[in-house]
């Protein structure tokens, strides 16, 4: 029988770790991460969970660690947030060329300057382009149940690239709240043990990570780009199972209340579910309108994401990070995806929520009734935000 | 929705009060979230913790703006921050004070029903130290009756090992010495 108990994000994701009987965790502790791994190696130390718990003195020697225990065939998770991941960067994309299957949870944080703890999407979008599998979190349930997830996708033969879970951090991986947790045979059964084909030994000598002069590279990135369009398909059929399982069903692009909708507003993460009070409330006074979420950030959900804004009138995409001199990250991509499309709606972007600062209702109300003015009549100013004090800098707000 | 916010000073307890109300509300079948006010935190310094409490799963993810109690585990907090930013008109205070309700009513000239115990000499009698967490949970519970008293009990056994029953004889004293003035 599975339990209802209350449990934070962060001790959630350990233990949807635990659950996957990892055998080697590597992590260095930064806020708002720092429970996850706490966690981890309190339940190595107490004997809860039998793994290698590696304290490393970086960021970067967290995913090197982990890149040689995948190597080997273990189960590896690791997890960091905003400047963690940064300095792990340029191991962050070894992982995925090396087709090495890691869980990596990331407690999304703003990244300095100003020095910000605070949560905001720029650690994330900052990784975009790292070959790693990308999901993103709403709720706590939702930490633990694509935690777990991600292990079986990442290590199914057909994918073996390594998974990256968002949680927004301290509005989730912070906030305590109930979490259902399955049976040890459920987990079981829908994760079974890693097997990788490619494990190094010392009695069957092999290499990984072999220099790539040009003579080669460029088969190699093609290659490593065919098979990740391609996991697509295991990723759907990873939540199909978890669907038939767990009872719980989850899809590349989520959607609430967008039948017949002429508006859509899209959210990454937490701020979804401020987002739907909003929506609700609107639907309930008759206006049409709807909201999705891209829970699958990578590898894209083109056909899903097309077909579903297909019939609305406008799009309006709210980004917690800048990409500086372009635009909100999500949004261009979301404008690329339609590009070609007709008829397609019109995509205004609304930049918000950076450093922590909290998307109200009430920020939600301004970003709907804001968007559609700009839709219809185009925007004069350089940015479009919510919840920043324009004045205060000299620009219109 | 029931929305609490709980001022403590860091180390005092007040994130780990929220949240065993939370684990208990939640044990009860209820909704809750509890979480801290989120930064670097230092000890002795302001903080602030808030607690939801619902009948259905809560979407808002957000601070807690607009509190229906304000639970003051340090009567110096109210010399240092306004406690009742954003208090809803129909809201409670609850102060740990050896002072009277109606005494920190004029004093302060709260519009709000005050409810007062006088938690650090409860918590220094039961426990041997001045941390006002648990002793908290029990003049909370007399105000708002939100969460039964047999739920945190279990919360505070599971939490508090050995400290246990102290923490539980507080929280009971809290509850019963509490008073309230309209």
């Known amino acids: 029988m599975s339990k209802r108990v209350a449990l934070e994000a962060s001790f959630a994701v350990a233990e949807a770790a635990r659950m996957a009987d990892v055998d080697v965790t590597a992590a260095y502790p930064i806020t708002p ?27 970067h020697s967290a995913m090197s660690a982990c890149l040689g225990a995948a190597a080997v065939g273990a189960r590896t998770f690791t997890a960091t947030a905003g400047q963690g991941l940064e300095l792990m960067h340029e191991v962050v994309y070894v992982a995925s060329s090396m087709r090495y299957p890691i869980v990596m949870a990331v ?20 990784v975009r382009d790292t070959g790693w599998i990308q999901v993103f979190c709403q709720n706590n349930q939702e930490a633990f149940d694509l935690t777990l997830w991600a292990f079986r996708v990442g290590e199914d033969p057909k994918v073996l690239f390594p998974v990256m879970v968002h949680l927004d951090g301290f509005t989730l991986s912070h906030v305590t709240e109930p979490v259902i947790l399955p049976e040890q045979s459920e987990v079981d059964r ?28 460029s088969e ?71 909201l999705i979420s891209l829970r ?4 894209f959900p083109f056909e899903e994401f097309r077909q579903i804004v297909k019939g609305a009138e406008t799009l309006i995409v709210l980004d917690r990070c800048i990409s500086s001199g372009m ?16 008829p397609k709606p019109k995509v205004v972007n609304i930049i918000g929520g950076l450093g922590g600062r909290d998307i109200s209702e009430n920020d939600f109300e301004y970003v709907i009734d804001r968007s559609r003015e700009i839709a219809k009549q185009g925007s004069e100013k350089m940015l479009e935000t919510v919840g920043v004090r324009g004045k205060m800098i000299g620009i219109r707000g | 929705m029931l929305e609490v916010r709980w001022h403590g000073r860091g180390g005092l307890g007040a994130v780990t ?55 003051v585990l340090d009567p110096g907090l109210l010399h240092a921050v306004d406690v009742t930013l954003g208090l809803k008109e129909e809201g409670k205070i609850v102060i740990n004070s050896r002072k009277t309700p109606a005494e920190l009513k004029s004093e302060f000239d709260f519009k709000w029903p005050v409810a007062a115990v006088n938690a650090t000499k409860i918590a220094k009698e039961a426990i041997g130290l001045a941390i006002t967490n648990t002793a908290m949970i029990g003049a909370f519970l007399r105000v708002s009756e939100v969460v039964k008293m047999d739920f945190l009990v279990e919360q505070l056994k599971e939490r508090f090992g050995k400290r246990a029953e102290a923490n539980i004889e507080a929280m009971k004293r809290a509850y019963h010495e509490t008073t309230l003035k309209e």
């Open chain 1, 33 to 59: 991460q720092t429970h996850i791994p706490e966690r981890l190696a309190e339940m190595v130390a107490d004997g809860e969970l039998d793994a290698a718990y590696i304290p490393v003195e970086s960021e």
């Open chain 1, 107 to 126: 407690c999304n944080r703003a990244l300095s300057a100003p020095l910000s703890v605070w949560g905001d999407h720029s650690d994330a979008m900052a």
């Open chain 1, 327 to 342: 635009g909100g990250p999500v949004f261009s991509e979301v404008r690329s995806a339609l590009y070609n499309e007709v």
């Open chain 1, 220 to 290: 190699a990135k093609i290659a490593q780009e065919v098979a990740f369009r391609k996991s697509k398909e295991i990723i759907l059929q990873g939540w199909n199972e978890f669907g038939n399982i767990f009872g719980r069903h989850y899809f590349p692009v989520e959607q609430y209340r967008t039948a017949g909708a002429k508006t859509l507003l899209l959210t990454m993460g937490s701020s979804t579910e401020t987002a739907k009070i909003v929506i609700d409330e609107r639907r309930d006074k008759g206006e049409a309108i709807g």
């Open chain 1, 190 to 217: 829908f994760l079974p043990k890693f097997q990788y084909l490619f494990a190094l030994n010392p009695d069957k000598p092999m290499t990984h990570g072999a220099f790539g002069p040009p003579e080669i590279y």
């Open chain 2, 17 to 71: 009060s929220a949240e065993l109300v939370a684990r208990a509300a939640i044990g009860e079948g209820k909704y809750a979230q509890s979480f801290p006010s989120f930064g670097p935190e230092r000890r002795g310094a302001p903080v602030l913790a808030f607690l939801r409490i619902n009948n259905e799963f809560i979407r808002l993810r957000t601070n807690i703006y607009a509190p229906d109690i304000v639970v």
């Open chain 1, 296 to 299: 699958l950030w990578r590898p």
